[in-house]
């Protein structure tokens, strides 16, 4: 994959998006407008609690891949609109249910909502999220896009709960944590895309080829998120080197790193990461970075994005598709650097 020549080495990850989303900019702020609208929708005691939740300076990627996939197969239609909508909602569901099993306390520079209110009223604020988001799919009148809707949220909650159940699980495979990956990331990335062309009418093969798309392009955002958690910069990252490791979270660096190191350097590094010492999981992410583990999961994630950009052949150059390619090229630009950490 070559990055085109405008894509200076250190990547503006806001600025290449913008690049990336110029086709559907005045689409993504209506889409704005109508996620912060919801919470109108909610009796006027949780409005706030809402409105907190979707408020966001995030960078609302999946509900871009649901515009361009309905630029890309014909037109954007104000269903593409409500599709964005709703996975937006999903997401932000999951988000913070993250933070509660995470114990996290920031969130994009701002307090979670556990943090503000505690995991009580935030499970609860997730439910409601998740509630909303499957109400409103049971507006759209083909009946495909509500189940799809819902098997999508359905796999993302089963992914946490298998990421969760197996934290600290040394026996956890690489073909796990690809499951886990495809199921808590990659699904909604891949109904995103894959319904947007739904909603065109789409051919069966090109609604095949978009969800194919959104699942790899998904994977991949996870991988490239797991490395930058051992191979980031602290102060840009916003959260300490290894904090995955440190929560039991076994990413594919540190998979490939004990895959490759002899028995008894496996059952060192078995038992430093079940006690979770400070120094030793600071030890470990160097180990990681040295011995080209963070390398293999930076190539693997690459990879995926070239498959990614080829499960796009069957639609018609568009500025829409010319958007997809470039969102797998701008997180190429964001992932290989990390190689060399």
């Known amino acids: 994959m070559n990055p085109p020549s405008e894509l200076e080495p250190q990547l503006d990850k806001s600025l290449a998006l913008k690049r990336a989303f110029e086709p559907i900019l005045d689409n993504l702020a209506q889409v704005e407008e109508r996620i912060c609208a919801q919470?109108?929708?909610?009796?006027?005691?949780?409005?706030?609690?809402?409105s907190y939740a979707i408020q966001s300076n995030g960078k609302r990627l999946r509900p871009a891949l649901a515009l361009l996939a309905g630029g890309a197969t014909g037109r954007i239609l104000s269903e593409h609109g409500d599709l964005a909508t709703i996975v937006e909602l999903i997401h932000a569901a999951t988000l913070v249910h993250d933070d509660i099993l995470d114990h996290a306390d920031m969130r994009r520079g701002q307090p979670t909502a556990n943090a503000k209110w505690g995991n009580s009223l935030a499970v609860l604020l997730g439910d409601c999220l998740f509630a909303h988001a499957l109400r409103l799919s049971s507006?759209?009148?083909?009946?495909?896009?509500?189940?799809?809707?819902?098997?999508?949220?359905?796999?993302?909650?089963?992914?946490?709960?298998?990421?969760?159940?197996?934290?600290?699980?040394?026996?956890?495979?690489?073909?796990?944590?690809?499951?886990?990956?495809?199921?808590?990331?990659?699904a909604l990335f891949a109904v995103a895309t894959e319904l947007g062309g739904l909603l065109n009418e789409a051919s069966e093969q090109t609604q095949q080829g978009l969800h194919a798309f959104g699942l790899r392009l998904g994977t991949a955002y996870q991988i490239y998120d797991d490395c930058l958690d051992l191979a980031?910069?602290?102060?840009?990252?916003?959260?300490?080197?290894?904090?995955?490791?440190?929560?039991?979270?076994?990413?594919?660096?540190?998979?490939?790193?004990?895959?490759?190191?002899?028995?008894?350097?496996?059952?060192?590094?078995?038992?430093?990461?079940?006690?979770?010492?400070?120094?030793?999981?600071?030890?470990?992410?160097?180990?990681?970075?040295?011995?080209?583990?963070?390398?293999?999961?930076?190539?693997?994630?690459?990879?995926?994005?070239?498959?990614?950009?080829?499960?796009?052949?069957s639609l018609e150059s568009t500025p829409y598709k010319d958007s997809l390619e470039s969102l797998c090229v701008t997180l190429d630009a964001m992932i290989a650097p990390l190689a060399g950490a």
């Open 39 to 50: 919470a109108r929708a909610f009796d006027p005691a949780v409005e706030a609690y809402v």
């Open 139 to 186: 507006n759209f009148d083909n009946a495909r896009m509500c189940r799809r809707i819902a098997d999508a949220a359905s796999e993302v909650c089963s992914g946490e709960i298998i990421q969760t159940q197996r934290r600290f699980d040394l026996s956890l495979t690489v073909p796990d944590y690809f499951r886990i990956l495809e199921m808590k990331t990659g």
């Open 232 to 313: 980031g910069d602290e102060a840009k990252v916003g959260k300490t080197l290894g904090s995955d490791l440190r929560r039991g979270k076994l990413t594919l660096p540190v998979l490939h790193l004990l895959q490759t190191s002899t028995e008894s350097e496996r059952t060192r590094l078995s038992g430093l990461i079940l006690e979770g010492n400070e120094e030793e999981v600071r030890g470990l992410v160097e180990q990681a970075l040295d011995r080209g583990a963070v390398r293999y999961a930076v190539t693997t994630g690459r990879r995926m994005l070239t498959e990614a950009q080829d499960s796009l052949e």
